[in-house]
């Protein structure tokens, strides 16, 4: 009898429990996809971007997502200042660029963040500021990012190759953040897009590459501490994070040579990325590194630390 009663009340809690999860299935699917459709068909409006200022800088401007990025923002109208190390990589995109879109302007300037002279030095960014003088910028793209030639332990990692990562991933993230934020300050208007990595903010940890996935640590912890304190003046600051986009960093780290469903082109990934200038603190704007982040979240941590060290490993050998 007793027995008999059991057994009848448990489709009654199974029967609760299942509408639980239902519920939280369909906040985790119905909010996301509700973010998307208001941004993709509400906020995607031509002019918006303008509204920050005329002018966009990118740095890392020549390849990959730096320069896909300038293209988008072309695209909108907004003049551009591109910022890499190599001058004729930088005028050849100029020269690209301007044939396309011959009613923009565009200024270019040299600019090496790992430069072992321009360390940390007042002043070291001086260039940059000399080539933003009287520019309004109302968006600033610190996309310039480098990581390890390969996988490696953090004791194998050279002085000379940790150095530069931290100059170029933190110093020229903070830096260029400093130079351009006053003048947005003045004019109480600006949108800021820092660049991080699924590498530290998906994944619970990135063994052989954990100085690279700190320094994105950085930028995510940096923009949205910045976000929130910069919000009342009107400057949007925002942490983009991305998961494997096909460049010549991810084929040189992950042998990942073209694009595929869950790796996007860099032209793919800025399209959805510049849609989502200014809309919150942090995202992932391709539609299929969103799913993989929900995905991977499902995951017990050790799991990931797990299979992400079997594939540093295996990157290494
Ligand atoms: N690709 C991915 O899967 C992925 C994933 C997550 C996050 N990210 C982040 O996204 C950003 C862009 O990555 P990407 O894959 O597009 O990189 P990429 O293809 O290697 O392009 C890097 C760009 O930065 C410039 N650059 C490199 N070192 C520089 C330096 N010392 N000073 C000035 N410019 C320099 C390069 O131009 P020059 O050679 O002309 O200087 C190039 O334009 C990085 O912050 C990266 O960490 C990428």
Request: with cysteine.
């Amino acid at each position: 009898m007793q027995r008999a009663c059991i057994s009848e009340s448990q489709p009654w809690h199974l029967h609760v429990v299942c509408f639980i999860g239902f519920l939280s299935l369909l906040r985790l699917l119905f909010i996301p996809l509700l973010k998307w459709f208001i941004i993709r068909f509400l906020l995607t409006n031509p002019k918006r971007l303008k509204r920050y200022g005329s002018w966009a800088m990118v740095t890392g401007a020549t390849e990959g997502i730096g320069r896909a990025f300038a293209y988008e923002l072309a695209k909108h109208g907004l003049n551009l200042i591109l910022v890499s190390r190599n001058l004729s990589k930088l005028e050849y995109v100029s020269d690209d660029f301007q044939q396309e879109f011959p009613h923009i302007k565009i200024k270019i300037i040299p600019f090496d963040f790992s430069s072992v002279e321009k360390k940390c030095v007042e002043g070291g960014y001086g260039a940059i500021e000399e080539g933003i003088k009287g520019l309004e910028v109302g968006i600033l793209i610190n996309n310039v990012g480098i990581t390890y030639p390969r996988a490696m332990f953090f004791h194998e990692v050279d002085q000379l190759t940790w150095t530069k990562i931290l100059r170029v991933n933190l110093e020229a993230t903070t830096w260029v953040t400093r130079s351009l934020i006053g003048p947005m300050l003045h004019r109480r208007r600006g949108a800021i897009v820092n660049i991080s990595s699924g590498a530290a903010v998906v994944v619970p940890s990135h063994p052989l590459y954990a100085i690279y996935a700190a320094t994105k640590a950085y930028v995510d912890a940096l923009s949205r501490s910045l976000h929130v304190e910069y919000k009342q003046f009107g400057i949007d600051v925002q942490c983009q994070v991305p998961l494997y986009v096909a460049t010549r960093m991810v084929s040189e780290v992950a042998a990942i040579d073209k694009p595929s469903l869950f790796v996007p082109s860099p032209e793919v990934y800025a399209k959805a990325a510049v849609e989502q200038i200014g809309i919150g603190s942090r995202c992932s704007p391709f539609w299929a590194h969103s799913l993989q982040w929900f995905l991977v979240g499902l995951v017990p941590d050790n799991l990931v630390d797990t299979w992400r060290l079997s594939i540093g490993l295996r990157r290494r050998s």
